[in-house]
């Protein structure tokens, strides 16, 4: 089983419509980041979170450390929101290092 | 734009070869991060350099090793190229170190391995 399980693997939207991703992690991390990859590989990083919620513009991000688990959502989609969205947790597993630990990231079309 | 370059965008070599893949980071970031991406294991991080020393180890071969320059600049170098070596490679930068630093990705390096 992976660290960072992300769900759906795969999500086809219809533009407008109100979008979640969820990542649930199984170690204990210091923090939680939300990243979008667009065609083409490059890499943007969304939010970075250690508890409760946090919002941009149309997207928010929320964390539950209890239940070890993250939603990201995406209000009124967009075409321009398709990409591969990558949830990472940063831990340090008893030591003082940090390092990022990826899920396999979630694929969304939003279509027009 | 996040004000990391790479250089080279794409590279193409031969198994066996030697090649170096450069990185600066962000103006005003101690820290460096490599990850390599390929279909099979998605996003992995390699090594991390702050302020010009080791800071943290992941998954990164033998064959693989990586410095930061006192300008900060970094380079990974990949030696004894081997198919499975074909991947996208970032590099990523932040402020500081710790766990709490956004990173700041680069647009990446295509390497193929033939």
């Known amino acids: 089983k992976n660290e960072v399980e992300q769900s759906p693997q795969n999500l086809t939207a219809q533009e407008g419509e109100f979008i979640t991703i969820n990542c649930s992690y199984s170690v204990g991390i210091s923090a939680l980041h939300w990243l979008q990859q667009h065609p083409g590989g490059g890499i943007v990083s969304l939010f970075m979170?250690?508890?409760g919620k946090k919002k941009h513009g149309r997207l928010i991000a929320t964390i539950n450390i209890q239940e070890k688990h993250s939603s990201l959502h995406i209000t009124a989609s967009h075409p321009r929101d398709s990409a591969v969205y990558i949830c990472a947790v940063s831990s340090n597993r008893g030591g003082s290092n940090y390092k990022l630990t990826f899920g396999k990231g979630t694929l969304l079309t939003v279509n027009p | 734009d996040s004000g990391v370059t790479q250089t080279p965008k794409h590279l193409i070599t031969a198994t066996g070869q030697r090649v170096t893949l450069r990185c600066s980071p962000r103006s005003g970031d101690l820290s460096v991060y490599w990850y390599q991406q390929s279909l099979d294991q998605g996003l992995q991080f390699l090594i991390q350099?702050?302020?010009?020393?080791?800071?943290a180890k992941g998954n990164i071969l033998e064959r693989f090793s990586a410095q930061q320059f006192p300008d900060l600049h970094s380079e990974l170098n990949l030696s004894s190229l081997e198919l499975g070596d074909s991947a996208l490679y970032f590099c990523a930068s932040s402020p500081h170190s710790g766990a709490y630093n956004e990173q700041f990705f680069g647009p990446g390096t295509r390497l193929t391995v033939l």
């Open positions: 350099y702050y302020n010009g020393e080791e800071r």
């Open positions: 979170l250690s508890s």
